[in-house]
């Protein structure tokens, strides 16, 4: 025998005479021989946790959860710092570490729920920073969740940090606008005008970072609505002119632009924008009609270098015309280019000292005269280019009139179901017991549901959208075991609930949750779902050993004995290698009284590195 083994077994004596100082030292000698065995530094902390020295048992632990950590053991490392964390549940550096943990091993819900605790705990304490930093893991983990994003950005606005909070809100913005949520994105916006009363039109900045991403058919659609709603919204015009733009449907552009004009007849944006389109068109007829019609408006507001552009490249394409020379010669003057100037009226003389052989040159150029009536325009019809967004985008005002702190509620319509997609952040997952028992249902599945339901446990604090890929599934199941193995029976549950909506392990998980109740002292709750589970219609071989086997168990916990005889039989008669049925057969007395049913400290103690 070495001589660790021999310090394990004076342990074993120690404990057996309730010497438990003598046994820890044993265990403590142990580690010292051989550091790396897990299982021995496990079964020392548990003692000394009994002990109340949860200190020394912490260090243990930790030593044991770095180590499972290290080598990718992250759902056993995970079921390690879960026993820390009922030693020391105010620790907020263990929330951390679980965080992490679950993040790294992609139980994404898990993390969340992690990070949302500590998040709480240092606003609680109004360390914004750190706050700020568990916020930011949390949109690392779910990029896409507007109720993590909307109190990211209202932190900043409490730090102080305004521009990064614009920003911040401008991401909540063309989330919405992408989701094409127009009454969340409503309330957004009058949020917006309460907290940064100096930003003209939040609307309308995130609409244009939505061109600038390249969505600009879907901001052209958003942009008529608000027109629609409210014509004189100058922002919303300009932005609808640089959508089309941007889309290159010129004949859109320009009668946007005429109704633009028509709306905000001083504007020069949308006059230079019609004649450009106009010289890309090369209509130099119409492209002189209108910069005759607003020359004196570009020369008032210090535009006459544009001016200047439009004429030249007019005079590029119709180069010999007398009112384009002309005009040539006026915008190069007030643009301060003398020589320019000079030069245009240079050729301009030489074309009248040519005569009617000019003349008539000069005539076949030059576009139709230009009636003094004014010109019908063509209605513009504003219809959606992208179905499904309402005509008026419906600002509902809010209670308060200065800045508070919001809370979700505030910014989701009650009245349309959330995206499944959606983690919902200190969702409660469990009921409390009933005093009654719960009422028999019509099959298995409903019974064993109704009678899991009432099952309690220390709640959770994230709930799962609907359904679960089989990776989420498995890695929930797995945890679930390794919580088990531990001992952290409410852990256990919670887990294999969210394992059990994948309908391929939805019996496993449900046996185990059996097992669960039984060894966490829920006997009568244990037996009946167990019990129910037996009518399962679609049980497997293999399913049904596992079922019986822990149902045998519980029925000899509750002292049984009969029933849990006869059971170990049946799983004997399908399975007579399944565990220790024969040997907890072959060991029980005559009386068929069944001996040593409960779990050996060794499987619960099966931290061993694979």
Aim: glycine residues 6%.
């Amino acid at each position: 025998m070495s001589k660790k083994d021999k310090l394990l077994t004076d342990a074993q004596k120690m404990l057996q005479k309730g010497q438990t100082d003598k046994a820890i030292s044993c265990f403590q000698d142990a580690l010292s021989v051989d550091p790396g065995d897990l299982r021995v530094r496990q079964r020392l902390a548990e003692l000394l946790a009994k002990s109340k020295r949860i200190d020394d048992a912490r260090k243990e632990l930790e030593t044991i959860g770095r180590n499972l950590t290290a080598n990718g053991f992250y759902l056993k490392a995970i079921a390690v710092y879960k026993q820390i964390e009922k030693l020391f549940p105010d620790d907020i550096g263990v929330a951390l570490t679980l965080a992490s943990l679950n993040e790294k091993h992609g139980l994404s819900a898990n993390a969340l729920a992690e990070y949302k605790r500590a998040y709480d705990h240092y606003e609680t304490l109004q360390n914004y920073t750190e706050a700020l930093k568990a916020l930011e893991a949390m949109q690392r983990i779910d990029a896409n969740n507007p109720n993590i994003k909307l109190k990211y950005a209202e932190v900043l606005f409490q730090q102080g940090k305004l521009e990064e909070s614009q920003d911040a809100f401008r991401a909540l913005g063309l989330l919405l606008v992408e989701r094409r949520d127009d009454a969340t994105f409503g309330r957004l916006a009058e949020r917006i005008s309460q907290l940064f009363p100096e930003q003209s039109d939040f609307t309308c900045s995130v609409i244009e970072q939505k061109i600038n991403d390249g969505s600009a058919e879907q901001a052209a659609a958003l942009l008529q609505n608000l027109i629609k709603a409210d014509p004189q919204r100058l922002p919303a015009w300009r932005l609808l002119v640089l959508a089309y733009r941007v889309l290159g449907n010129s004949s859109r552009l320009k009668t946007v632009c005429q109704h633009y004009i028509k709306f905000f007849p001083s504007e020069l944006f949308p006059r230079e924008q019609l004649i450009r389109c106009l010289l890309e068109e090369q209509d130099s007829a119409a492209a002189l009609v209108l910069l005759d019609e607003s020359e004196q408006l570009f020369l008032a507001g210090g535009a006459a270098g544009t001016l200047r552009e439009f004429y030249l490249t007019l005079n590029d394409l119709v180069p010999i015309n007398i009112r384009i020379l002309k005009g040539c010669a006026r915008v190069c003057e007030a643009a301060g280019n003398s020589e320019e100037a000079a030069s245009f009226a240079a050729k301009i003389g030489s074309l009248a000292g040519l005569g009617g052989q000019a003349a008539v040159a000069v005539q076949s150029v030059m576009p139709e005269p230009v009636s003094d009536e004014p010109q019908s325009e063509p209605e513009i019809e504003l219809e959606p280019l992208v179905p499904g967004l309402s005509e008026e985008v419906v600002v509902e005002p809010l209670s308060e009139t200065g800045p508070r702190e919001l809370d979700v509620s505030d910014f989701v319509d009650t009245s349309v179901s959330q995206d499944t997609d959606f983690y919902e952040i200190e969702v409660e997952l469990d009921d409390d017991l009933g005093g009654s028992a719960p009422a028999p249902a019509d099959t298995w599945f409903e019974t064993v549901n109704d009678i899991f339901d009432t099952i309690k446990t220390q709640p959770g604090k994230v709930r799962f959208g609907e359904g679960m890929d089989n990776g989420d599934a498995q890695s929930q199941y797995d945890l679930g075991l390794a919580f088990y193995e531990m001992g952290l029976y409410d852990e256990a549950i919670n887990a294999l609930r969210q394992a059990a909506e994948d309908p391929e392990r939805r019996v496993s998980c449900l046996i185990l949750q059996g097992a669960c109740l039984r060894d966490k002292g829920e006997l009568q709750l244990a037996e009946s779902a167990l019990r129910a589970l037996l009518a399962s219609p679609a049980l497997t071989p293999e399913d049904s050993c596992a079922l019986k086997y822990e149902l045998a168990l519980t029925y000899t916990a509750l002292g049984k004995s009969e029933e849990a005889w006869m059971l170990l039989g049946e799983v004997e008669q399908l399975d007579p290698a399944y565990r220790d049925v024969s040997a907890r057969l072959h060991d029980a007395s005559e009386g068929k009284t069944v001996g040593g049913l409960d779990f050996s400290e060794d499987e619960l103690l099966d931290f061993e590195l694979k």
